[in-house]
């Protein structure tokens, strides 16, 4: 049901088209859940002038799990709410998800942006993604991590390093660096640019649907 608007929204606003399924996946329980078109959960924010419906929802706040009521938007359709969603997309807050080289790259700029609360929705979004092969519905520019070629993947990392030093100087950076080497090496990333073969996509055991993610408000 999904596949064809996510892969409207990559074509439009250059989103990998498994991550739209994946998130809509994840933030509807699989399509058990879908109050008001509503497929990415994406909440009221102050700039939304259309309806809006109010559900039970939950927000993870120093790592505990709080449960709430909210107000989110309403669609009149899921193509709105996925049109919506690229809209969304296409703000300052998630050019690195644009920017994004493949779907797993994609999953952590999503997390990283703000986009849940949920300390491991990219890591959630990776396994729905992997488990059912959701990279076969992405554009051919977004297989590089399928490929041979990790060029651009350790240029990108170069060049951060080189460009925002701080990000891996001091204790915090020593970690972030051992973190993004580790993550490379079982293939949750594009890998270091110190990796010379491309790691494998990623397998994960037995998990094939995740409890939806907390997201959060949108402006």
């Known amino acids: 049901m999904i596949a064809p608007h996510a892969q409207r929204v990559q074509a439009e606003y250059g989103v990998p088209a498994s991550i739209v399924i994946a998130q809509a996946a994840l933030e509807s329980g699989w399509g058990d859940s879908i109050v008001g078109n509503n497929v990415m ?8 002038r259309g309806p809006t419906t109010n559900f039970a ?8 799990r709080i ?28 050019a690195s998800v644009r920017a994004a080289d493949n779907a797993y790259e994609a999953a952590d700029a999503l997390q990283y942006s703000g986009y849940a609360t949920d300390e491991d929705y990219a890591l959630k979004l990776k396994q729905i993604i992997a ?17 041979t070629d990790f060029e651009a993947t350790r240029t990108r990392l170069r060049t951060q390093r080189e ?8 204790f915090m950076g020593f970690i972030q660096l051992i973190v993004n080497t580790l993550a490379g090496l079982c293939g949750l990333t594009g890998g270091d640019e110190q990796t010379n073969t491309p790691p494998p996509a990623p397998q994960f055991s037995s998990v094939t649907q995740v409890q939806a993610g907390a997201t959060r408000v949108i402006s």
């Open 163 to 170: 460009e925002r030093p701080e990000i891996w100087e001091g």
């Open 57 to 64: 929802t939950h927000e993870v706040i120093g790592g505990e």
């Open 131 to 147: 488990q059912n092969d959701l990279t076969r519905f992405d554009d051919e520019r977004y297989q590089d991590y399928t490929n």
């Open 41 to 48: 959960n994406i909440k009221k924010g102050e700039s939304w």
């Open 67 to 94: 449960a709430m009521h909210d107000d989110f938007r309403a669609y009149d359709s899921i193509r709105e709410s996925c049109d919506d969603y690229g809209e969304l997309m296409m703000t300052r807050d998630y």
